[in-house]
C-alpha cells in the first residue's frame, strides 16, 4: 500500500528533572527534526493544571516552531474551544496563520466533562468506594483487523479536580456549550460572513479571509464526528486517548460527511501512541514510564512530570496499578520500527485514514527524536 502522511501530536511534557522553559525549547526542537524527517503536521496539545505539562498556549508556541522549521505545517490539536470564546479561536488562527508565514491548522476540540460523564464518573465512584466495582477493564480485548480494541477500563474520577478546571478556566458549569454553534461561529468568522443577530457588521480581524485550514479531533461517535462531517471538515479520530471508539467515530464521521468547498470527501487522521527503537526490547524499556505518568492523569486529572525509566525501575508497581491504565498500554503500538510499521499499516488500513498522527512520549529528547527519525525512515 502507498505509505500516507505521518505528523507530530506534541504533548509538550515537562520530563523528570526539567523545566517548562525547557520544555518548550525540546518542543521546537522536536519540530525541527520532524520537519526534516519528512512528517506533514506538527501539532500541538492544549493541556492546563499539569505539573508536568508547558502546553497550557501551545497556540503562542506554534507561530515559533513555524520559524524554526522549513515546510511542515503546524496546528492545534486540539484548542479546546470551551476555554475560549469563538471569535478568540478565530482570532488566534488568524494571528497564528499570519505569523507562521505558510499558514495553519485549527485543530478544535471540545471541553468537558460534561453533566452526563460527571454523573457516571459519581456513580462509578460510589461503587468503587462501595466495593462492588474494581478498577480495571470491563470486559475482554479484541483484535479488528490487526488493530488493538481494548476493553474499557473503570478508574476513579476526579470529580474535584474537574470541577476546579472548569472554574479557574471560566468554563459554564454543566454541560459544554453547543459545540455546532461555536464551530459555526469560528467558521463564520473565518469566512467574513458571521451574522450578529444585533445586525451589526463584524469583521474579525485578523481571522477573516486567513490561510486557515479547521479540523475537528474527537473520540466518539458523538457530536465532534458529526459537526466534522455535516461542515465537510477534516477530522482526527483520537484512537491514542480512546482506542475503545475508534472504529464508531470513524464511521459517524462518514456518514455524516456533506461535501463542501474544502473537501468532496472525508478526510481522516487516526491519531497512536507509539515510541519506536533499534530493537522491542529497547522500546519497551523506554516506554515502560508511560504507565505511571497516565497513572497520575487518570487518578488525578493531572500529571506529574514524566519520569525517567530509572525512576519507573525504583517504582513499586502492581498489578492494580496496571488495570487503571490497561488500556492505553495494550492499543499504544512500540517496538522495532519493523514492528511498529505492520501495526501503524493496520490502523491505516482497518480505519481508511489518509494521514496517521503520531504521539510519542519518552524521558530523552534524544529518545523522542531517535524514534521519529527510525519511524520516517522505515515509513518511505
Known sequence: MTAIPLSVLDLVLVPEGGTPAAALAESVELARAADRAGYARFWLAEHHLYPGG?????????????????????????????????????????TAAALTGRGFDLGIGRGGPGAEVRERGRASNARLEGGDLRPGPVGPSHTVDGVVVPARVVHPFADVRAGLNDRLLSR??????????????????????????????????????ADVEVWIHGSSAGVSAEVAGRNGLRFGANYHSVPQTVFETVAAYREAFVPSAELDRPHLAVSADVLVADTDDEAERLAAPFALWLHTVRTRYAADPFPSPQTFARFPWTADH??????????????????????????????????????????ALADRIRSYELLADAWR
Open 54 to 94: 508547558a502546553g497550557a498556549a501551545s497556540y503562542l508556541l506554534a507561530p515559533t516552531i513555524a520559524a524554526a522549521t522549513g515546510s511542515i505545517r503546524v496546528g492545534t490539536a486540539v484548542i479546546v474551544i470551551d476555554n475560549h470564546s469563538p471569535l478568540q479561536v478565530a482570532e488566534i488562527a488568524g
Open 322 to 363: 496496571t488495570a487503571i491504565v490497561a488500556d492505553r498500554l495494550e492499543s499504544r503500538i512500540v517496538g522495532s520500527p519493523a514492528t511498529v510499521v505492520r501495526r501503524l499499516r493496520a490502523l491505516a488500513a482497518a480505519t481508511g485514514a489518509d494521514e496517521l498522527v503520531v504521539s510519542t512520549q519518552a524521558h
Open 172 to 209: 459554564t458549569p454543566g454541560d459544554p456549550a453547543d459545540f455546532g454553534e461555536q464551530v459555526d461561529d469560528v467558521l463564520g468568522f473565518l469566512r467574513g460572513d458571521y451574522r450578529a443577530p444585533e445586525g451589526v457588521p463584524v469583521v474579525a480581524t485578523p481571522a477573516e479571509g
